[in-house]
T-cell receptor, first 111, second 118 residues
Framework: LAKTTQPISMDSYEGQEVNITCSHN???????ITWYQQFPSQGPRFIIQ???TKVTNEVASLFIPADRKSSTLSLPRVSLSDTAVYYC????????????FGTGTRLLVSP | GAVVSQHPSRVICKSGTSVKIECRSL??????MFWYRQFPKQSLMLMAT?????????EQGVEKDKFLINHASLTLSTLTVTSAHPEDSSFYIC??????????????FGEGSRLTVL
């Protein structure tokens, strides 16, 4: 399983764009990159998933360079409710493929 | 989206007793479920992979005799913490992906179960 490295914490203000980068130098050909959000005392929640280039949904964008050794989660115009821990995970999409969590990035959004 | 439910959400027990936590996939079938443990201010740690109809696969350092996992059906996995001690107090989270064509790669997580051992 590819190991991921993220900044431990980030600070931002309401309305700003936040970009969280994740390094995964040992990503395998069949691996996808998935980001999850976790609030205290809750299970993680899926944000976005991608394999290459750029993926966008209603809450975030995911940028993946050609070498796929890193990825960047972009949160446009964050609000206080975006304060959470964000995890980058790398692995196959098969039903039995386990996912190992890294340290995650603790994002604090201030007024 | 798909829903994974855990029960109980909170449990307090005395040291030496056993506690069972249930994980159900409410609207999909899952041949594989995963159990994680999370201590305060730390990341999720994978404990084991629960396989329907067969033995669970435990991660290194996780005692299989202490953390009993049963995956008796395609929608239910249970984690039993046997002879619980205060150091077993933690937040336990299960997760699953739909089997077969319903699998989009997204891993769905339960709400978590907070165990406190006195």
């Amino acid at each position: 399983l590819a190991k991921t490295t993220q900044p431990i914490s980030m600070d931002s203000y309401e309305g700003q764009e936040v970009n969280i980068t994740c390094s995964h130098n040992n990503i395998a050909t069949n691996d996808y990159i998935t980001w999850y959000q976790q609030f205290p005392s809750q299970g993680p929640r899926f944000i976005i998933q991608g394999y290459k280039t750029k993926v966008t949904n209603e809450v975030a964008s995911l940028f993946i360079p050609a070498d796929r050794k890193s990825s960047t989660l972009s949160l446009p115009r964050v609000s206080l409710s975006d304060t959470a821990v964000y995890y980058c995970l790398v692995g196959e999409n098969t039903g039995f493929q386990k996912l190992v969590f890294g340290t995650g990035t603790r994002l604090l959004v201030s007024p | 989206g798909a829903v994974v439910s855990q029960h109980p959400s909170r449990v307090i027990c005395k040291s030496g007793t056993s506690v069972k936590i249930e994980c159900r996939s409410l609207d999909f079938q899952a041949t594989t479920m995963f159990w994680y443990r999370q201590f305060p201010k730390q990341s999720l740690m994978l404990m084991a992979t629960s396989n329907e109809g067969s033995k669970a696969t435990y991660e290194q350092g996780v005692e299989k005799d202490k953390f009993l996992i049963n995956h008796a059906s395609l929608t239910l996995s249970t984690l039993t913490v046997t002879s619980a001690h205060p150091e077993d107090s933690s937040f336990y989270i299960c997760s699953a992906r739909p089997s077969g064509e319903g699998n989009t790669g997204e891993l769905f997580f339960g709400e978590g179960s907070r165990l406190t051992v006195l």
